[in-house]
């Protein structure tokens, strides 16, 4: 049996070794198109404080900064490559880091303070989690009450989707990851309380959930 700090190494490495290629690659049509569709899914203020977890190259930050939507966006993400490639972007197009951060990190381990952010984004990345339970409890832990959680992954709920994510293992070479069903995903929001606001499929294959964090 594989350990999980194997799968972890393996994971890590083969995000390392995709950063190089990442932006402007053929995936990243797919990629471009869904931080679009997320940055308008939910409300962003002047003052919002953002995360996006498993962030990769940092588009998601980038763009909504650049945007001047938000006062601040922070990606983490535990791949090395993946936050130098982020970090570069950052430096080149001169935003300072009061504005634009990229930091090295497990998504199971948020090292910032309860209540830091408005909206944490998750894209493309959460079925890569060993652990998701516990991401989804980092991530309602750091949320403001109130505050928003974007999560857009492939989903199963039929045949095709289904297939779709058995393609996808085998291309990848990544049998361990685990994609969900929408109700599995809703489940284990509400599970930690979350409310889920809304579940809607993107280009048919990948799903929007939508939830609240509603500490009460
Ligand atoms: C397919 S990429 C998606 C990147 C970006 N969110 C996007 O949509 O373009 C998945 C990212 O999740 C990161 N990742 C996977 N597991 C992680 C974990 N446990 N903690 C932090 N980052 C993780 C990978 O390093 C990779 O950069």
């Known amino acids: ?14 995000f390392d070794n995709w950063a190089h290629t ?15 569709h997320s940055l308008n899914i939910v409300e962003l203020k002047k003052n919002s404080v ?12 980038l763009t909504a900064v650049q945007g001047n ?24 197009n001169n935003i300072p880091l009061e504005k634009l951060e990229y930091i090295i990190g497990k998504a199971n381990e948020i090292k910032f303070p309860d209540s830091y952010f408005d909206v944490v984004f998750c894209l493309n990345s959460f079925h890569h989690y060993l652990n998701p339970n516990n991401v989804i409890s980092e991530i309602h ?18 045949y095709l989707r289904k297939g779709w994510g058995f393609f996808l293992k085998k291309i990848f070479k990544e049998e361990h990851v685990i994609y969900y069903t929408r109700e599995s995903i809703k489940h284990m929001l509400e599970y930690k309380k979350f409310e889920v606001i809304k579940q809607q499929s993107f280009l048919y294959f990948t799903l929007f959930t939508v939830s609240q964090n509603v500490k009460k």
Not at 1 to 14: P, V
Not at 22 to 36: C, M, P, Q, R, V
């Open 1 to 14: 049996m594989i350990k999980s700090a194997d799968i972890e190494i393996k994971t890590r490495n083969q």
């Open 141 to 158: 832990r750091v949320l403001k009450n109130d505050g928003f959680f974007v999560l857009l992954d492939p989903f199963i709920d039929n």
């Open 50 to 61: 953002i995360l996006d977890l498993g962030c990769g190259t940092g588009e998601l930050g």
């Open 22 to 36: 990442y932006d402007g690659g053929i995936w990243n049509l797919y990629f471009e198109t869904a931080i679009k």
């Open 69 to 92: 939507k938000i006062k601040k966006a922070v990606g983490i993400d535990f791949s090395f490559e993946m936050i130098k490639k982020a970090s570069s972007k950052q430096r080149q």
